[in-house]
């Protein structure tokens, strides 16, 4: 996890939900150099020395960041789940989008509606961070070992930017503060399965998303060994691999986000998010 106010976190490691273990003193933040030198695991023995010292610490009201550094590149999957009833195939070519670097935010922070928005929506996703620079992988083995953990992220869109000006997802997808992300990343061997995991979304209490990765048409690993073909991934880069149906443009009739509006997702083993709406008009720097 990382911890502190925005660009100023620090890095931790969470022991439970009450308690924390500062590892500032051990490495500079989890960003490209930590993933490119090992990642998680430089910290094991350090992070267990520290755990049987009772070196510990309580969380409290500090801000909890993302639980990455901001990455050299964020990347999506669309339409990448079945509808429900749907045994469609997965698309020979998956639809991929790129976000904005500087979108991505904490957990708990507001989300900030665009300037003359009308149609900002939620995506409760998988995110997938990887871990050691990865070109051309030849197969899904080689992309799973790639993976230094797994997070939860909220992929917000402005559906108007996105479809309707130009056709280019980006526009839509890379405002501030469109990527929650967090609260901790999990690495694959506490994970467990990911091709198993429900993810929910909430939207003002109501629940409008619950599904499960077990519904994902292209998985995770296919994702990263797709992706490698036509650019280098770099170590802390992270992933979004395409959200369940209940998203506001699903809903009949449609629902989007206002000033005041909440959100609250989570994953299996990922935790969760809350964030409240705040209304656009102005610029906002993540």
């Not at 469609?88 to 003359?116: C, M, T, W």
């Amino acid at each position: 996890m990382r911890i502190g106010p925005s660009g100023r976190e620090r890095p931790v490691v969470r022991v439970d939900e009450h308690t924390y273990i500062d590892v500032s003193d051990l490495v500079e933040d989890y960003n490209e150099a930590f993933f490119t030198a090992g990642g998680p695991h430089l910290l094991q023995e350090a992070v267990a020395a520290r755990r049987a010292a009772g070196t510990v610490h309580p969380f409290g009201t500090e801000r909890i960041g993302a639980p990455i550094a901001r990455p050299h590149q964020i990347l999506g999957v669309g339409a990448n789940y079945r509808s429900p009833g749907s045994n469609a195939p997965a698309a020979q070519e998956p639809l991929v989008f790129s976000k904005a670097p500087n979108s991505l935010s904490g957990p708990y922070d507001p989300v900030h509606i665009p300037r003359d928005s009308t149609h900002t929506d939620w995506e409760v996703e998988l995110g997938v961070v990887i871990g050691t620079r990865s070109h051309y992988l030849a197969d899904d083995d080689e992309a799973l070992a790639a993976i230094t953990g797994y997070v939860l992220v909220n992929d917000i869109s402005e559906r108007t930017f996105q479809k309707e000006r130009g056709g280019q997802w980006l526009k839509g997808k890379s405002a501030p503060t469109f990527n929650p992300c967090g609260p901790w990343l999990v690495t694959p061997d506490d994970l467990g399965d990911p091709k198993n995991l429900r993810l929910w979304l909430d939207h003002n209490g109501v629940r409008r998303q619950d599904g499960t990765t077990a519904d994902m048409l292209l998985s995770t690993a296919g994702i990263i060994r797709h992706l490698s073909q036509f650019m280098v991934l770099e170590p802390g880069d992270l992933i979004n691999t395409g959200t369940p149906s209940g998203a506001g443009k699903d809903l009949r009739p449609p629902q989007y986000l206002t000033p005041g509006d909440t959100l609250t997702c989570g994953a299996d083993g990922l935790g969760q998010q809350h964030q409240t709406v705040t209304g656009g008009g102005g610029e906002q720097t993540a």
